[in-house]
């Protein structure tokens, strides 16, 4: 299970989400947040503590600074430590509202850092949610080259000097984007996988590799209009050498083949390869027939239905030449 620390919740989003350190400076890098969700301890304050989910950060907003205020003294009191004792990574007090006494000195006692921000509670809990949700999403490393083609984030995999970087090269050329290639970042956001370049450092984004040349800036030769920071992963090219995949591909398209990555099935395409073959074209028409099939276009199934029409009524196409197709 992925998770981070309060520490680096604090330091990425300290500007973007204003935040400041009320108490618990020092537990910062205790703090472990293994949940994208949001608890707000309203019911738990009044009394119900039979689901309380520990593992998630607790907003103090507005209701539940107004209802504590309607307790008397001892039974605040009791209420809070109650609710402090079932534990949270951290505690955030939304609209920079006042925080009661016993809330820093129930998490002082149990090491729980308290924070506070300026934003009011529901623009705030979508802005951390959003970016937990970012940073928690299931992420897996593999090896392969993205790229735009026509809008449609096509990963290319295949073996070691199979040519995926040069047939990236060519796709650039011909006016498509590049996102990343060698070791590609995918991270799971619902139903859908976003691929990006591993690299941290920004310097090292939008290099390739072409064998015999060495390291290529994509950014710096084509421009900015060539690469994308990261995309959505809509098609699979595998790329196979001919004598590996002795006839064990598609011929005509109407086998719908996937590939399972992070428990999302994408179009997974093999192409073989031989020499001369041109497989940047053989992209974009996958890339294109990708579109189509999204507008419910399916050339292979109206190409089979026909064959298997004209077949089944024994018709034999006529042909017809006119003058001028003599020659």
């Known amino acids: 299970m992925k998770s981070l620390t309060v520490k680096t919740l604090y ?46 950060i607790m907003i103090i907003g507005k209701t539940e600074t107004f209802y504590l205020k309607t307790l008397k003294r001892d039974l605040k009191n009791k209420r809070i430590a109650t609710v402090m004792k079932l534990g949270t990574p951290c505690l955030i007090v939304a609209k920079n509202l006042s925080i009661d006494k016993k809330f820093i000195e129930e998490a002082k006692r149990r090491k729980i850092p308290i924070l506070r921000t300026p934003n009011s509670t529901t623009p705030f809990i979508h802005s951390l949610t959003a970016y937990l949700d970012f940073k928690l999403a299931p992420t897996e490393y593999i090896q392969g080259t993205l790229v735009d083609i026509y809008g449609v984030g096509v990963l290319f995999m295949g073996e070691p000097g199979t040519g995926k970087s040069e047939c990236a090269l060519d796709l650039i050329e011909r006016g498509h984007r590049f996102v990343a290639d060698d070791l590609i970042t995918i991270i799971r956001r619902g139903d859908i996988l976003i691929g990006a370049g591993a690299e941290k450092s920004p310097r090292l984004k939008h290099h390739i590799e072409i064998r015999g040349v060495g390291i290529v800036d994509i950014f710096r030769i ?5 690469v ?16 590996k995949i002795k006839g064990e ?16 099935k994408i179009p997974h395409i093999v192409i073989p390869l031989s020499p001369g073959k041109t497989i940047s074209v053989i992209a974009e028409v996958i890339a294109m027939n990708y579109l189509l099939d999204l507008r419910g276009v399916r050339p292979a199934e109206e190409y089979d239905k026909e064959l298997r029409r004209i077949l089944s009524e024994h018709e034999i196409p006529s042909v017809h030449f006119d003058e001028e197709d003599l020659e």
């Open 11 to 56: 330091e990425e989003k300290r500007d973007d989400l204003s935040l400041e350190i009320i108490s618990g400076e020092e537990y910062l890098e205790k703090g472990k947040i293994t949940s994208y969700d949001i608890f707000r301890p309203g019911l738990a304050l009044a009394g119900y503590t039979g689901y309380f989910l520990s593992e998630r």
């Open 222 to 226: 084509f421009g900015v209009k060539s």
């Open 228 to 243: 994308r920071l990261r995309k959505r992963i809509e098609v699979i090219i595998e790329l196979v050498m001919w004598d």
């Open 249 to 264: 591909y598609d011929r005509i398209g109407l086998e719908k083949k996937r590939k399972e990555m992070l428990g999302v």
